[in-house]
């Protein structure tokens, strides 16, 4: 068993922990240190690392757990079943434990640029989870993810909590939300699945807004979230023309609009952050985006690791 529970310190305190992704240049690795002893200083409960499809970045997801490990912090390394057979994940998770890793957010992951499937001998979470458990018992705790509006491959947002309930039964420990914006639709969505008796733990996934172009992209082509009426007027009000995405904008506010939506965005975050703590949550999860000055910010203004 691990010896770290995370979802026992979750029935204690609320947690706070943030998400980190291997960076693809020498340079940016080489900046990564940095950026965890900075974010270190909020004692993270934990700190994640993002995997890619068949473990593609394995090496360097392995390579930033090292360091979150060594920073004193416990690492959760994101898995996936894309392109990976039941030999190979099964010696990946071996490694993973021999390295002293042993916390994992199990998922299916998105397809490979097109492709139709996995391409590995599982084609869901659902049977990661079940494979894990099988194969190395209690040995991981294990997160999955949750769709507070529900799966963009799901039919319904009934049929999304009935997998979640079945990622349960087959030994997941705790829930990683995926993005919301809509807190009446979490709060909803929070009622429906403790009444389909979800009991696990929920950690809400929550990415500062600092960017309009990654704001937009994250919610239309990831992730499908509704932006609430206060996000969608701040992006109208700081809005570059033509568009976000323009390679050459031809705004002449273009400076100022940028900063004032990134001060703006951040005192969303901080207020997102509050209705969460206040939904009774048992984890705010951040998506750090590997920079930690934003996040410092938001964390130090939220009070989650000081008094308000």
């Known amino acids: 068993?691990?010896?770290?529970?995370?979802?026992?310190l979750m029935k204690e305190r609320q947690l706070l922990s943030f998400e980190l992704f291997p960076p693809k240049t020498d340079k940016g690795m080489a900046k990564l240190p940095e950026t965890i002893e900075h974010l270190s200083e909020f004692r993270p409960d934990y700190i994640s690392v993002t995997y890619g499809a068949g473990g593609g970045n394995v090496g360097a997801n392995r390579e930033v757990c090292r360091m979150v490990r060594e920073s004193g912090t416990v690492p959760v390394t994101h898995f996936t079943v894309i392109r990976n057979t039941k030999e190979g994940i099964r010696d990946q998770l071996k490694t993973y434990l021999s390295e002293g890793v042993d916390h994992i957010l199990a998922l299916r992951g998105d397809f490979p640029r097109g492709e139709t499937s996995t391409g590995g001998d599982f084609n869901y979470a659902t049977?990661?989870?079940?494979f894990i458990r099988q194969e190395f018992g209690d040995k991981f705790e294990i997160a999955v993810a949750g769709s507070p509006e529900g799966h963009i491959a799901c039919r319904s947002l009934d049929a999304d909590i009935a997998v979640l309930k079945m990622k349960q039964d087959n030994g997941a420990d705790y829930i990683m939300t995926q993005l919301c914006w809509d807190m009446e639709q979490f709060a909803r969505w929070q009622d429906k699945i403790r009444k389909a008796g979800v009991t696990m733990p929920i950690d809400v996934g929550i990415m500062p807004i600092l960017d309009q172009a990654?704001?937009?992209?994250?919610?239309?082509?990831?992730?499908?979230?509704?932006?609430?009426?206060?996000?969608?007027?701040?992006?109208?009000?700081?809005?570059i023309f033509p568009n976000p995405f323009d390679k050459a904008p031809f705004d002449d506010s273009l400076e100022q609009k940028k900063a004032d939506f990134k001060?703006?965005?951040?005192?969303?975050?901080?207020?997102?952050?509050?209705?969460?703590r206040?939904?009774?949550?048992?984890?705010?999860?951040?998506y750090a985006l590997n920079k930690w000055k934003d996040v410092s910010e938001i964390i130090k203004a939220s009070g989650m690791r000081t008094l308000i």
Do not use: P
């Not at 068993?1 to 026992?8: C, E, I, Q, R, Y």
């Not at 992209?217 to 700081?238: H, P, Q, T, W």
């Not at 206040?278 to 951040?286: C, F, M, P, R, S």
């Open 1 to 8: 068993m691990s010896a770290v529970k995370l979802t026992k």
């Open 127 to 130: 049977d990661l989870v079940k």
């Open 278 to 286: 206040a939904l009774g949550v048992e984890g705010i999860h951040l």
């Open 263 to 276: 001060k703006a965005g951040i005192e969303y975050t901080i207020r997102q952050i509050d209705r969460y």
């Open 214 to 239: 990654a704001t937009i992209n994250m919610a239309f082509s990831r992730n499908g979230c509704v932006m609430d009426r206060e996000l969608s007027r701040l992006i109208s009000k700081y809005w």
